[in-house]
């Protein structure tokens, strides 16, 4: 084990540009999902018709679907179709689109807690079932949403060391091109990208728990 090679100036920034690289790309997945699952979750809920059922279907179609199958069809198939992405871009699509269908039942599920008295109650006071929806039901499901969402965040986050299949130069993928150099490597180069995963799932964890206590 050569922790001092391991941890040499060039590796070092060598593993924090692939991590900049998957904070990047998890970040602009997280904020893409959650406007496409929430979007989704919440014409679910009202359920719409015709909308609903194909939202529906898409949803569980996705959901029961392996994501590395999604990310090796936003690279290598959808070219096929006219559709040429670079690999970052078919990173962010793949876990987007993947993490929106989760993403989307969270949503359903957390508006669907709201007893429908109080959409009843709304109604009766002269709110339009669109207004309630937003102005009662919404409010109250997002609080319950925020342990669920958080870990989606944290499980995309992870998940974005599966575009490594794809040759995205995230963490996973430089560091495996470290250890490559020498296995004396391995466990050193291991140990600081646990660490760094660590680290800010930790914090996203914490700040979930410093939400969950504000809302009671």
């Known amino acids: 084990m050569d922790i001092a090679g391991a941890f040499s100036y060039h590796n070092l920034i060598f593993i924090l540009k692939g991590f900049g690289i998957t904070l990047w790309v998890?970040?602009?997945?997280?904020?893409l999902s959650f406007v496409l699952g929430s979007i989704a979750g919440t014409l679910r809920y009202m359920r719409i018709p015709?909308?609903?059922?194909?939202?529906?279907?898409?949803?569980?179609?996705?959901?029961?679907?392996?994501?590395?199958?999604?990310?090796?069809?936003?690279?290598?198939?959808?070219?096929?179709?006219?559709?040429?992405?670079?690999?970052?871009?078919?990173?962010?699509?793949?876990?987007?689109?993947?993490?929106?269908?989760m993403i989307s039942e969270i949503v359903?599920?957390?508006?669907?807690?709201?007893?429908?008295?109080?959409v009843?109650?709304?109604?009766?006071?002269?709110?339009?079932?669109?207004?309630?929806?937003?102005?009662?039901?919404?409010?109250q499901g997002l609080r319950r949403m925020v342990p669920p969402m958080v870990s989606q965040f944290i499980s995309l986050l992870k998940d974005t060391s599966l575009a490594i299949v794809i040759s995205l130069p995230e963490l996973m993928h430089n560091a495996k091109i470290v250890i490559a150099q020498s296995y004396d490597y391995t466990i050193p180069i291991l140990?600081?990208?646990?660490?760094?995963?660590?680290?800010?799932?930790?914090a996203l964890s914490l700040a979930a728990k410093r939400l969950e206590n504000k809302r009671i």
């Open 26 to 31: 998890a970040f602009v997945a997280i904020a």
């Open 191 to 202: 140990a600081i990208v646990a660490v760094l995963y660590f680290a800010v799932n930790y």
């Open 120 to 139: 009843e109650a709304a109604r009766s006071s002269g709110l339009s079932y669109l207004q309630a929806v937003w102005h009662i039901v919404l409010p």
């Open 50 to 101: 015709v909308v609903s059922r194909i939202l529906g279907v898409l949803v569980e179609l996705i959901r029961n679907l392996p994501l590395l199958l999604i990310l090796f069809f936003t690279y290598f198939a959808m070219p096929d179709i006219g559709v040429k992405l670079g690999v970052m871009s078919s990173a962010i699509v793949g876990l987007a689109v993947f993490e929106a269908a």
């Open 108 to 118: 359903r599920s957390g508006l669907s807690s709201i007893p429908k008295g109080q």
